[in-house]
């Protein structure tokens, strides 16, 4: 079992940058890869990269590969998703996300969440 908890996001303008935040606690030695995801009111949540916890290897969406980053720090248990380049489209809200077992891609092969964090983004 592990808790995660975001912060950052908020009101951003087209163009701008923002980045999130998802500290771990609880046991993260049991998690393989820490997910970022996101949904928008009436879609279906969405991958947009993972980041293996012990590995560093990084994979990502198409559709934010280029303007969207994640990142980990594991002495600080923290995981980070650096977002630029922002677009109206991009407003939802956003999820951290632990994986236990293997480097996912959907929503369902995640065991943990964090609570969410809005991203809204004016045009």
């Known amino acids: 079992q592990v808790q995660l908890v975001e912060s950052g996001g908020g009101l951003v303008q087209a163009g701008g940058s923002a980045r999130l935040s998802c500290a ?5 030695s049991s998690i393989s890869v820490m997910g970022w995801f996101r949904q928008a009111p009436g879609k279906e949540r ?3 990269a993972g980041i ?3 590995t560093g290897r990084t994979y990502y969406a198409d559709s ?4 969207f980053t994640i990142s980990r720090d594991n002495a600080k248990n923290t995981v980070y ?9 991009d407003t939802a809200a956003y999820y951290c996300a632990a994986d236990r077992t293997w480097y996912g891609r959907e929503a369902s092969e995640y065991e943990d969440w964090g609570q969410g964090a809005q991203v809204t983004v004016s045009s």
């Not at 650096?82 to 489209?89: D, T």
């Open 52 to 54: 293996g916890w012990n």
């Open 24 to 28: 771990v606690s609880g046991r993260p």
């Open 64 to 67: 934010v590969e280029g303007r």
């Open 46 to 48: 969405g991958f947009l």
């Open 81 to 89: 998703l650096q977002m630029n380049s922002l677009k109206p489209e």
